[in-house]
């Protein structure tokens, strides 16, 4: 929490003194409030860190940052290129400070992490790309603060993805669910896989990758879908056993359920809340419609089939009650789906199998 202008800070204010940090090399960087240096400190140690680690693992996208100061409340990801696009990236996601932290504060803050990212990442500053997250009804969204237009791709596992880092509110590749996808891969051998609310489809391209017998992706956006076209073609699977569908999810399920379709392996990860005029009358709020939404996919699931549910609301509860009255068993497995370098905060995401404790239906 803020608690008040030391002098130096105020110096910086009103202009009479400039404030020069040297956070990595001896390279000098103007910041305006002075306990910046703490988040340059700990900005060096974290990198030095989780470099090393991801080094060690294979890893080339992925969280360096994560609110580890309170005052500096901004997540931050670093994504390596591939030999096709070759370079370094980083995106910086920042919470709107809380109505009792003076915006002008924050605003000199968030402009001294921008300044010290470029030094201490190893990144040309147009290379860094910033988002504001702000709250709204039913979860947060970002607005972005940068035009450029930027596209790469990155790899993930020994698979290729495309990311767009200036145009969307998020890149296209959602880095914690990194061991959610690998599960799935895991998994997937022999299954027909189904993927809801599919997003660019990077979960359809690590279930190829482990063997499906066929894959069926949906989502809303064309743009999306295209995207997941991109993805799958980029990792060399094509042709009919892989088909995308453009469709509003929930009454896409109430559809299938009066055909024969059925699929061994279901991922279902919605978003937190969306109102788009393309979906039903009264839009989505996953606390509120994920039973719905579970038990309608449950019931597209062939016998002994398995579903994984997963949502990024941090205050989501199941309810167990409602699932369970309907024939849905769920396994939390949110902590081994949590990736080390998201580690700090837990409830970055929640994931779930379930399995129909009822027989399926025909």
């Known amino acids: 929490m803020d608690t008040g202008d030391s002098p130096l800070e105020d110096e910086a204010q009103s202009g009479q003194e400039a404030i020069y940090l040297e956070p990595v090399q001896g390279r000098r960087v103007e910041v305006q409030i002075a306990a910046s240096d703490q988040f340059a400190a700990r900005l060096v140690k974290a990198y030095k860190q989780r470099s090393k680690w991801a080094r060690k693992q294979g890893i080339t996208c992925y969280r360096v940052y ?35 932290i003076d915006p002008e504060r924050a605003a000199m803050r968030l402009a001294d992490v921008m300044a010290l990212i470029p030094p201490i990442l190893q990144v040309d500053a147009s290379q860094v ?5 702000q709250k709204s009804k039913g979860g947060s969204q970002y607005s972005e603060h940068q035009n450029e ?17 200036s145009d969307y509110l998020d890149t296209g590749l959602f880095l914690d669910h990194r061991n959610v996808r690998k599960m799935l891969e895991d998994m997937a051998k022999g299954t ?45 699977f094509k042709g009919t056993k892989h088909e995308f569908i453009q469709a509003d999810t929930m009454p896409w399920i109430q559809e ?20 788009s005029a393309r979906m039903r009358k009264r839009g989505f709020e996953v606390q509120r419609d994920h039973a719905e939404l579970i038990i309608g996919a449950s019931r597209l699931l062939t016998k002994g089939g398995t579903l994984v549910f997963s949502c990024n609301l941090r205050s989501f509860k199941p309810d167990t009650e409602a699932l369970a009255k309907a024939g849905v068993e769920l396994k939390d497995i949110s902590a081994e789906s949590i990736p080390e370098d998201f580690a700090r905060n837990a409830r970055i995401h929640h994931c779930y199998l379930a399995q129909r404790t009822v027989p399926a239906e025909k």
């Not at 901004?74 to 980083?90: F, K, L, M």
């Not at 790309?129 to 997250?133: A, D, G, M, S």
């Not at 237009?149 to 990311?163: D, M, P, R, S």
């Not at 061994?264 to 809340?273: M, R, S």
Request: charged share 20%; net charge negative; with cysteine.
């Open 66 to 100: 994560d609110a580890d100061l309170p005052d500096y409340a901004v997540c931050i990801d670093i994504y390596e290129g591939t030999p096709a696009t070759p370079g370094r990236w980083v995106v910086v996601a920042e919470y709107a400070a809380p109505k009792h």
């Open 129 to 133: 790309f910033l988002k504001v997250r």
């Open 149 to 165: 237009h930027a596209v790469a791709l990155v790899e993930e596992n020994g698979h290729i993805f495309e990311v767009n880092f």
């Open 192 to 236: 027909r896989f189904l993927n809801l609310f599919a997003y660019t489809g990077s979960a359809t391209c690590y279930a190829a990758a482990g063997g499906a017998y066929a894959t069926t992706t949906v989502d809303l956006s064309r743009t999306y879908l295209e995207w997941a076209v991109r993805n799958m073609e980029q990792n060399g």
């Open 256 to 275: 299938q359920r009066h055909t024969k379709n059925r699929w061994d392996l279901i991922f279902v990860d919605p978003p937190t809340f969306s109102n």
